[in-house]
């Protein structure tokens, strides 16, 4: 069983709609949580960044955590367009002197159409 | 402007022939990786470096070296590259105290 799971997709929505992507995880040691995207060609980038149980906005994008579920998601309200990328969540532990390994999910590739 | 360069972007070679992808960063980061990327497997650590001369094993690294000589630079060493390595690689930096990583454009290898 991988230490994150996460629905490949791929998810194809019209623009406007609300997009829910979701991960699971096995390692209840996991306290930072991430979200990257990952435009065609691109290497990855940062999205959003949280480690507490709750919500966390940016614009038009909520992280969501629940820890005692080990189950993160990531809202996209009024989608766009350009938000067509393959979106990888990521977490790592907390622990002084690690070298604080990222364990991503697989991506879940989301198409929004105009 | 602070960003992450890998070369080549795109290589096919033949299984035995040794080759580099070199990988650099001009932020000051500590802490610099390897990933390769697969379909349905996601991003995979190969190896990671948390300062000069100091390196480790990621979740897949056999089949594959590193180096770190200077702070900036982390080449990728295939001493002799098998069809199974066929991905796209990414190298990645950040700074010790942050999780934030910064990748490179990926490099995408093809071994025939």
């Known amino acids: 069983q991988k230490e994150v799971e996460q629905d490949p997709g791929p998810l194809s929505v019209p623009e406007g709609a609300i997009v829910s992507l979701n991960c699971t995880y096995s390692n209840s040691a996991f306290q930072y949580f991430m979200w990257y995207r990952q435009y065609s060609r691109k290497g990855p980038e940062l999205l959003m960044y949280?480690?507490?149980?709750g919500n966390k906005e940016d614009g038009r994008f909520t992280a969501q955590v629940d820890k005692s579920s080990k189950y993160i998601s990531l809202f996209i309200r009024d989608s766009q367009p350009s938000d067509s990328a393959t979106y990888l969540c990521a977490m790592t532990l907390i622990s002084s002197g690690s070298a604080r390994q990222l364990t991503f999910g697989s991506g879940t590739q989301l198409t929004v159409l105009p | 402007e602070a960003q992450v360069t890998q070369n080549p972007r795109y290589l096919i070679t033949v299984t035995g022939k040794k080759l580099t992808v070199t990988c650099s960063q001009n932020?000051?980061?500590?802490?610099m990786s390897w990933y390769r990327q697969d379909p349905g497997l996601g991003l995979r650590q190969i190896y990671y470096?948390?300062?000069?001369?100091?390196?480790d094993k990621g979740d897949v690294p056999e089949g594959y070296k590193v180096s770190r000589k200077e702070k900036r630079n982390f080449p990728l060493i295939l001493e002799s590259p098998s069809p199974n390595q066929t991905s796209l690689y990414f190298c990645a930096s950040r700074w010790e105290s942050y999780n934030e990583q910064f990748f490179g454009p990926g490099t995408r290898l093809t071994v025939l």
């Open positions: 470096s948390m300062n000069v001369e100091v390196t």
């Open positions: 949280t480690y507490s149980s």
């Open positions: 932020m000051n980061h500590e802490y």
